[in-house]
């Protein structure tokens, strides 16, 4: 069956202090491994797909890099704003559906 | 370009009772999708329609039904309604079948349903 674990749960960093989330999977065959932010009580705004092994993109001051079985989600610099939760998702081959993880909680203190 | 538009907002119902719930595409997108986000759990796959037809469902009891119609907006529905129904439920539209970017899904804000 299709998993999906993110680590840490929650992350508190200070602005300013650069740090990685984590984003391990199993999938029988990957289509695609999905990034969102989501804010609290809102829904879950696209951030990134990335397809294959060695793959990375970068929008601001995040960046997402994928190797054969995790993802990592590279914050440089974080401002308050960044504060978030961000979930990770994969899509296996021959299937629409996502399977989520549930979630890396982060606070960005001034 | 609008996004995802999904009503109402808030829901409020009593165990037993029936919810429906909607949602607009992204224009041009063909392929809408239905995730339950429970507190504390991640966002589990109910539904997904493309073109008019059901093309898949998770692992959910048949109270959990929905449509889409020829504009491509659809309409979720539970019936029978039970306490553990309460959850943030997520419609998500991409372009439909295809590789790339026709797999992107772009979600709403969500419907909020409380079961009393």
């Known amino acids: 069956e299709d998993q999906v674990t993110q680590s840490p749960e929650a992350l508190r960093l200070q602005e300013g202090e650069s740090s990685s989330l984590n984003c391990s999977y199993t999938v029988s065959g990957l289509r695609g491994l999905f990034w969102y932010r989501q804010d609290p009580g809102k829904g879950p705004e696209f951030l990134f797909t990335?397809?294959?092994a060695g793959e990375e993109k970068e929008k601001e001051r995040l960046k997402a890099t994928l190797t054969k079985k995790e993802s990592f989600l590279h914050i440089t610099a974080p401002k308050p704003e960044d504060s978030a939760t961000y979930l990770c998702?994969?899509?296996?081959?021959?299937?629409?559906?996502?399977?989520f993880g549930t979630g890396t909680r982060l606070l960005v203190s001034p | 370009e609008a996004g995802v538009t999904q009503s109402p907002t808030h829901l409020i119902k009593t165990r037993g009772q029936q919810a429906t719930l909607r949602c607009s595409p992204i224009s041009g997108h063909t392929s809408v999708y239905w995730y339950q986000q429970a507190l504390g759990l991640g966002l589990q796959f109910l539904l997904w329609y493309d073109e008019g037809e059901e093309r898949n469902r998770g692992n959910f009891p048949p109270r959990f039904s929905g449509r889409q119609f020829p504009n491509y907006s659809s309409e979720l529905n539970v019936n029978a309604l039970e306490l553990e129904d309460s959850a943030l439920y997520l419609c998500?539209?991409?372009w439909g079948l295809g590789e790339g970017p026709y797999n992107e899904q772009f979600f709403g804000p969500g419907t909020r349903l409380t079961v009393l």
């Open positions: 998702a994969v899509q296996a081959t021959g299937f629409q559906k996502l399977v």
């Open positions: 998500a539209s991409s």
């Open positions: 990335l397809y294959s």
